[in-house]
């Protein structure tokens, strides 16, 4: 497969996978038990959702290792098998993607706030997502998909992390944005203008947001992203925000909605265009309609 | 400025050892501890808390505040114990069972901590049992109810419906919240109230504990 920049370049524009939780949630994952805990135990479960996404029309597949990171997986007691947790969610989707698809590493926040905010020294947290890329990189990602993030200083030390461990792989990282009276920010601050320069500064190849919001408001991210960077962006918007229906909870966005705003989104120039919570291989073949 | 608000100004620059000298020379000048609470760190995080919620400030300006507050708060605690003043309240605050965000439910903890509450934080993943244990130990009358998943959501029904089956719901209040909690869904399953933030929270944990019994 052409290698992702170089396809990027071309102005091609990627459809990304949908959310991962909700169907491992729906073949048996427990509610309480890590979802990285599947990577070792039923690995079948993983080919079969990056099946499904694969022929909903997705290029990049994620791995299920979005709390890979030796930090998030103590809470576990799994810090021991971080190299096989993050090992085997690469191999699975490889097993699927492998030249139809790139197989996009998944890196989350630590789950803990840095000093002098929280308990947690950099230098461990940037060690330890060394230690998690090191793993997917040695598995055989195609790139590193730094998410979620709303620290800019542990994002960038995630960047930091696949620049030092994988230097050949392509970085994304994408953070997740609150609309307030004053723009969009994180919870800890970070505006789009100081994110997209402490990513740009760390090497981040490809910079965006996922997560915490639906696709209307993520179409005014992307705007703000576009004025401020000419590097590739990547938007992941959730289905919408979730919804109380009869006692269960529900993401409003449709397909077809989450398509009529990708519309948007590739006029804002968007390279990448996929799913965060909520969103489904439903989804990511509307995508993929409206990318063409 | 009077020190009072010397206190509360340093409290929102998140000057913890200032704070605290400035605490302890309020009370060397012979003022009472619930007017410095009141006055000082309760003012002073009220600020901190409104300019959270119209992101003039974000989290992190919050938990050094925070930090400041306790600082302070260390100083008074055993004063107000022992002159007898009473608490605005007992609230009992945790992460549902499978749930292991606790960000949001910290800072309802300070936020209500910040309002002169005494808050009794069980952690994350907790399971319903323990909440409803613990506000009768500690004697709470509301219960606070953290949920960053919706699929662990479904939990704070549990802990409702534990409180209803103890017999406890004239007594002990629950309140829910989290990123992907609505009035609605607080509504479906029977919670007292919900905080859409920590700031609405703590007004809401205020009306609980109004309500008469």
């Known amino acids: ?292 | 400025m009077s020190l009072l608000s010397d206190i509360a100004v340093s409290l929102q620059r998140g000057e913890d050892e200032q704070v605290a000298l400035l605490v302890r020379q309020a009370l060397d000048e012979g003022q009472e501890a619930a007017v410095i609470l009141h006055d000082g760190l309760i003012a002073g995080m009220g600020v901190v808390g409104e300019q959270f919620r119209e992101r003039e400030i974000f989290l992190p300006d919050v938990l050094l505040a925070a930090r400041a507050m306790y600082a302070g708060l260390a100083l008074l605690k055993p004063l107000l114990a022992k002159e007898g003043v009473p608490t605005a309240g007992t609230v009992v605050i945790g992460s549902v069972r499978g749930d292991l965000h606790d960000i949001g439910k910290n800072l309802v903890g300070i936020m209500l901590a910040g309002a002169g509450f005494d808050v009794v934080d069980l952690g994350n993943d907790v399971a319903p049992e323990r909440f409803v244990d613990a506000a009768c130990d500690h004697g709470a009358s509301v219960i606070g109810l953290s949920a960053l998943l919706t699929t662990t959501m479904p939990v704070m029904k549990d802990v409702v419906e534990l409180v209803k089956a103890r017999g406890l719901q004239d007594r002990v209040k629950v309140i829910v919240g989290g990123a992907p909690v609505s009035d609605a869904w607080a509504r479906q399953i029977g919670a007292d109230a919900y905080g859409y933030d920590a700031a609405s929270a703590v007004e809401r944990v205020r009306a609980l504990v109004r309500t008469p019994a």
């Open chain 1, 1 to 292: 497969m052409t290698d992702l920049l170089t396809r990027l370049a071309t102005g091609r524009v990627l459809v990304g996978d949908g959310a991962w939780g909700t169907l491992l949630l729906a073949r048996g994952l427990r509610q309480g038990e890590p979802p990285e805990g599947v990577n070792l135990t039923r690995p079948e479960v993983l080919e079969d959702i990056a099946t499904q996404y694969l022929k909903a029309g997705a290029d990049l597949i994620t791995t299920n290792t979005f709390g890979g990171s030796p930090a998030r997986l103590r809470q576990f007691g799994l810090d021991g098998q971080t190299e096989a947790i993050n090992s085997a969610a690469v191999v699975a989707v490889r097993r699927v993607a492998q030249g139809h698809a790139y197989t996009s590493a998944s890196v989350g926040p630590s789950g803990h706030l840095l000093k002098p905010y929280g308990d947690a020294d950099p230098a461990d947290i940037g060690t330890g997502f060394e230690r998690q890329i090191r793993a997917l990189a040695e598995a055989g990602a195609d790139l590193l998909c730094i998410e979620t993030m709303t620290d800019l200083a542990e994002a960038v030390l995630a960047v930091r992390a696949a620049r030092t461990v994988a230097p050949s792989l392509p970085v994304m990282a994408t953070m997740t944005f609150e609309s307030t009276r004053r723009g969009f920010f994180t919870v800890m601050g970070a505006s789009i203008e100081l994110a997209v320069r402490g990513l740009s500064d760390a090497g981040a190849d490809i910079l965006g947001s996922n997560c915490g919001n639906g696709s209307e408001a993520m179409v005014a991210i992307a705007r703000e992203f576009r004025a401020r960077t000419a590097r590739p962006i990547a938007i992941q918007p959730n289905a919408g925000l979730p919804q109380p229906l009869a006692g269960v909870l529900v993401y409003p966005e449709t397909p077809e909605f989450m398509a009529e705003q990708a519309r948007e989104l590739l006029a804002a120039g968007v390279a990448i265009i996929g799913g965060c919570c909520g969103t489904t291989p439903a989804h990511t073949r509307a995508l993929r309609e409206v990318v063409g």
